[in-house]
């Protein structure tokens, strides 16, 4: 079960540094401020995704508190 978690939270650690490059293309190029704001409103939602996944791949895997 851990390992489906690991694979996700891998998953969506690839699609939070996509994002995040992105949007630094985005700035570089001076694009629009609201397509600035809706990839870091994303990339802030991804990397929760993450965080979740990875706790949840700790505690199934009884790396968590005892």
Same mark, same amino acid.
Request: hydrophobic letters at 60%.
């Given at each position: /079960?851990?390992? $489906?978690f690991?694979?996700?939270?891998?998953?969506? /650690?690839?699609?939070? $540094? %996509?994002? %995040? #490059?992105?949007? &630094? #293309?985005? /700035?570089m190029?001076?694009?629009s401020?609201n397509?600035?704001?809706?990839? /870091?409103?994303?990339?802030?939602?991804?990397?929760f995704?993450? %965080?979740?996944? #990875?706790? &949840?791949?700790?505690?199934?895997?009884?790396?968590g508190p005892?």
């Open positions: /079960m851990s390992t $489906v690991n694979i996700l939270a891998v998953l969506v /650690m690839v699609g939070v $540094v %996509l994002v %995040l #490059i992105r949007g &630094l #293309i985005n /700035m190029r001076g694009g401020g397509t600035s704001n809706k990839l /870091m409103q994303a990339r802030v939602a991804l990397q995704v993450a %965080l979740v996944l #990875i706790m &949840l791949a700790l505690y199934f895997s009884g790396y005892s």
